[in-house]
């Protein structure tokens, strides 16, 4: 009888919990649970479009993203929606022999309804559930004991507190009633914590310590075999971080991504909130919109693991795209700048404070494709041809995972040998 990989999150968690001030280990997510939020756009813009067109890949060619990426194995959790789940994990079985723990987002407040022509954003939110839990873990209504293995069991549950007596109270109620049904059915959680959505709220230099007591305060009454695996909440800077880690070590914090922005956006991000305690981070649009999502998870990876700085991953992720004749959403020197990260769900609201980046001094930009010829695959006429050739290299990707060359001592290398190494890495594997 084979043995099932142990899941990289489980080692990661009990490796955090025995030394919660020392431990380096970083779990990275990516949320691909968008179809419970943005409708049709959820999947991100298809390579396949005409000029002055808006096309969407589909559902079918999403779900073969997450199933690259999972077997990519380089993230630790693959977040889904209940219906991704049951094809996925129930029906394809992509998790059995994989490192990659499956979750799914449990419920759906109407602050992540960013919908076509939709306002509920711009409303105080309301909690709601789409999923249950027995279709989470099997599919159907009432599973059987023996079942619950089938699917995910493990949920991402959201709250978003306002300052409002009469709704908080019902957002923690629900909250309750979720903790409740988790725990008789042996189904674990991490809980989302949203700022304010409504502008009004809370005084916007108020709002970390706001969500920071709100945290404290909701969980206070949770005993152990109810409390979250780790918090996802927007990253406000060092000292909201280190004043929450400080107060629990053994609530683990997590960062969500907000939107896309530029690939420092990300890659400063993460490195900034775990310098300062963080020991998760939860991209979705930020992976979901990269030129290719495999080769911006690897650099995710190795940011997250501290072995290459912010500055160099982008550099070097540059370099990768141009390797793969991929045409960067905007040059190096743009996108090496930090820019504006939106807190909220729908993209309005406040932004997330980071520390000025030294990275935007004169670099040049990669050969990319010319104003002319927008498609690097050389299509002026028609649709583009660039997602089959794309798809060649995501497999060839691939194997940058499984390689069994041992890595060099990262800390002892200088920026420029790390940049080296890596692209050099990239040839070998892509020829």
Known sequence: MSVKPAKSLDIKLARLHADPHRCRDFILADAKDADMAFGIGAPGKSPENYAGEVRFR?????????????????????????????????HRRLFDNSPVTPAVRVNDTTDIYIVRGGKYSQRPSLPFRTATLDHIQCGHIDCQPEERHLGANLGLYSITFNNDPVLDRETLEQYKEFRLEAERKQFRHFLEVFDPNMPEAVENSRIPQFVNDMI?????????????????????????????????????????????????????LLAEAKKHGARVALFGRKINYAENQLAFIRFLRLIADDEISPEEAVRAYHGVLQRLGIRPHRPLDQDLQLTTNIMSYA????????????????????????????????????????????????????????????????????????VAYNLAKWRRILG
């Open 58 to 90: 589909t559902l079918a060619e999403w779900r073969d993203i997450i199933t690259e990426i999972v077997e990519q194995g380089l993230v630790d959790i693959m977040l889904m929606s209940a219906s991704t789940n049951e094809v996925l994990t129930i």
């Open 216 to 268: 404290v305060r909701s969980l206070a009454g949770v005993t152990s075999a109810g409390r979250p695996l780790f918090l996802k909440i927007v990253y406000h800077g060092p000292q909201a971080m280190e004043e929450l880690v400080r107060y629990d070590p053994h609530l683990i914090v997590g960062i969500l991504g907000g939107s896309a922005g530029t690939t420092y956006d990300a890659f400063k």
């Open 347 to 418: 993209g309005n609201g406040r932004t997330i404070s980071l520390p000025p980046g030294s990275a935007t001094k004169s670099f040049q930009s990669p050969a990319s494709a010319t104003s002319s010829n927008p498609c690097p695959c050389g299509a002026t006429h028609g649709p583009c041809r660039c997602r089959e050739a794309n798809s060649v290299n995501a497999r060839r990707i691939h194997n940058l995972a499984d390689t069994s060359e041992p890595e060099p001592d990262f800390r002892r290398m200088t920026p420029a040998e790390k």
